[in-house]
């Protein structure tokens, strides 16, 4: 049995909870679709949402494939498909019938009045608008846990020679100094046909052109797995690469993506696998011994990106008349939440079978 990789799984979990940060600052930016936007938005914080939105997802997706293999290979395909149904497909199908019919109430209360919920629900016509929300990756990451199971499975019929090429290119890719140039190249197509930027799900029908996108780090993250004894190398080459996804965030954010989609998803993935490189070796650098205080946020990320969608625009409604600008809103705004969402999840979650749904164990309380 191996140890917990702290490091990875730690970046996993800042990964979703730089979702709530990206949530909270588009209800104050006037940029992107959001149930709250405020009267008087500031553009001030708009490159910090571009520069998260272009990675956050696809270095989720690394860490997904990772740990996926590894679940693949420690318990086998029978007890790794029992694992993805209870902790993914459950959580979602649970917590998005109690989440969906009370942010439908939450807007149709800010765009119509209060008085028309209940007509709204009655009529029926809320099924017309039925949406995933903020958890349309896990149905994403259910279906890429699916292809990668089908793929591990079939490769147990392709012969050891192929499967050894396979990895050895997949180890010399890594290893090149200009590794992060390597892999957006794969990338690059995917985001070129979305007009160079990631788009979000727009129902529950699946979207080729999303799922594409996510398979390229998924698969990364699951090979990389198997050539886990490189991990030191996302050590070096960090300040390069941090360095290197300045102008090409420049690109990405500056090219208008309807005239030139293909320049601006250079841009876009270039400047998302630097990051994804950098903030690997990070977190390898200064996340890898145990930590309580990372473990218990690294257990608790789950729930609280969930669970903050109601509790980030009830506070944003709630501070709607308060006589500050939206730019001294927005610590306050991400600080309560995440107060609330943290106590939340002690007192509620953490000891209880919604923790040993979300956790695969319940913990004791701290």
Request: glycine share 6%; proline share 7%.
């Amino acid at each position: 049995m191996e140890n917990r990789n702290h490091a990875l799984d730690s970046m996993r979990a800042t990964m979703m909870l730089l979702g709530i940060y990206l949530h909270v600052v588009v209800g104050y930016s006037g940029a992107g679709r959001w149930p709250y936007i405020d009267a008087h938005p500031t553009p001030v914080l708009n490159f910090t949402l571009g520069v998260i939105h272009g990675f956050r997802m696809p270095a989720f997706f690394v860490m997904a494939g990772f740990f996926g293999a590894l679940l693949w290979n420690r318990r086998g395909p029978a007890s790794f498909a029992s694992n993805r149904i209870r902790r993914i497909l459950l959580p979602f199908a649970l917590f998005w019938s109690l989440l969906f019919p009370l942010m439908a109430a939450i807007v149709i209360s800010l765009e119509q009045g209060t008085d028309k919920i209940v007509p709204a629900f009655a009529s029926g016509a809320l099924l017309s608008r039925l949406h995933p929300l903020h958890l349309w990756f896990l149905e994403y990451l259910l279906l890429l846990y699916l292809l990668g199971g089908v793929v591990a499975w079939l490769a147990r019929w392709i012969p050891v020679s192929v499967m050894t090429i396979i990895h050895s290119l997949y180890r010399w890719a890594v290893q090149r100094p200009y590794a992060p140039v390597w892999f957006a190249m794969f990338s690059w197509l995917p985001l070129a046909l979305m007009s160079g930027n990631l788009k979000d799900s727009d129902g529950f029908m699946p979207e080729w052109r999303i799922l594409l996108a996510y398979t390229v780090p998924f698969g990364f993250g699951w090979m990389l797995y198997h050539s886990r004894d490189l991990l030191p190398r996302f050590e070096r080459n960090i300040g390069v690469f941090l360095l290197l996804q300045v102008p090409a965030f420049f690109v990405y954010a500056l090219v208008p993506g309807r005239s030139h989609p293909f320049v601006k998803a250079a841009g876009n993935v270039l400047m998302c696998w630097f990051l994804i490189f950098a903030c690997t070796g990070l977190f390898l650098r200064h996340c890898s011994r145990p930590s309580p205080r990372w473990r218990y946020m690294s257990d608790a990320s789950y729930w609280l990106y969930i669970m903050h969608m109601p509790v980030v625009v009830g506070l944003q409604v709630a501070f709607q008349a308060v006589p500050l600008p939206a730019l001294a809103k927005v610590p306050i705004v991400l600080g309560v939440a995440v107060a609330i969402l943290v106590l939340s999840y002690d007192m509620m979650v953490r000891s209880t079978w919604i923790g040993a749904l979300l956790n695969g164990r319940r913990y004791a309380r701290s």
